[in-house]
T-cell receptor
Framework: KQEVTQIPAALSVPEGENLVLNCSFT??????LQWFRQDPGKGLTSLLL?????REQTSGRLNASLDKSSGRSTLYIAASQPGDSATYLC?????????????FGKGTKLSVIP | KAGVTQTPRYLIKTRGQQVTLSCSPI?????VSWYQQTPGQGLQFLFE???????NKGNFPGRFSGRQFSNSRSEMNVSTLELGDSALYLC???????????FGPGTRLTVL
């Protein structure tokens, strides 16, 4: 059974700092990995999708890496801003019974202090 | 292009009642998945539909069911509601299921 772990559970940083969020998964037979952000009481916003054959993806100040063999992914946020404050969720997609369900970590709650 | 929409956004029900939630995927997307989010369990997979067929179902009791229509819109139904069914129910759509998933704003269900 696939399990996804995110460390730390919460993180507080001053504005402008660069930071790294970690995600690990137990089964390397994934199809892709997706990073999301969730604001309180809201749905999930897709940030980056990394296919299993890729090593990294970049979007603006965000960079996500994937090491499938070791079961790890990181999300790097450069020059953090107060608007980055949210919960960041990592999810892996794998093929089971002909379907591609996502398994989520519990998330990292990020607070960027002005 | 319009995103994933879910209705209603909020629901309050009492134990024993039944509820139906609706999800309209992004135009052209044929896969719709449903997830339950609670503070204790996090996000858990309920089921996935593709071209009106349920392809996969998570570990939830039979009280949770769903369907998908020919226009890819999906509904999920929970019968005989229990207090523990209080949660944020999220719907996600993707082109074929293995592509990028896009989530709706969710339906907040409170069971009293």
């Amino acid at each position: 059974k696939q399990e996804v772990t995110q460390i730390p559970a919460a993180l507080s940083v001053p504005e402008g700092e660069n930071l790294v969020l970690n995600c690990s998964f137990t089964d390397s037979a994934i199809y892709n990995l997706q990073w999301f952000r969730q604001d309180p009481g809201k749905g999930l916003t897709s940030l980056l999708l990394i296919q299993s054959s890729q090593r990294e993806q970049t979007s603006g100040r965000l960079n996500a890496s994937l090491d499938k063999s070791s079961g790890r992914s990181t999300l790097y946020i450069a020059a953090s801003q107060p608007g980055d404050s949210a919960t960041y969720l990592c999810a892996v997609s794998y093929s089971g019974a002909g379907s591609y369900q996502l398994t989520f970590g519990k998330g990292t709650k990020l607070s960027v202090i002005p | 292009k319009a995103g994933v929409t879910q209705t209603p956004r909020y629901l309050i029900k009492t134990r024993g009642q039944q509820v139906t939630l609706s999800c309209s995927p992004i135009s052209g997307h044929r896969s719709v998945s449903w997830y339950q989010q609670t503070p204790g369990q996090g996000l858990q997979f309920l089921f996935e539909y593709f071209s009106e067929t349920q392809r996969n179902k998570g570990n939830f009791p039979g009280r949770f069911s769903g369907r998908q229509f020919s226009n890819s819109r999906s509904e999920m139904n929970v019968s005989t509601l229990e207090l523990g069914d209080s949660a944020l129910y999220l719907c996600a759509s993707s082109y074929r299921g293995y592509n990028e998933q896009f989530f709706g704003p969710g339906t907040r269900l409170t069971v009293l």
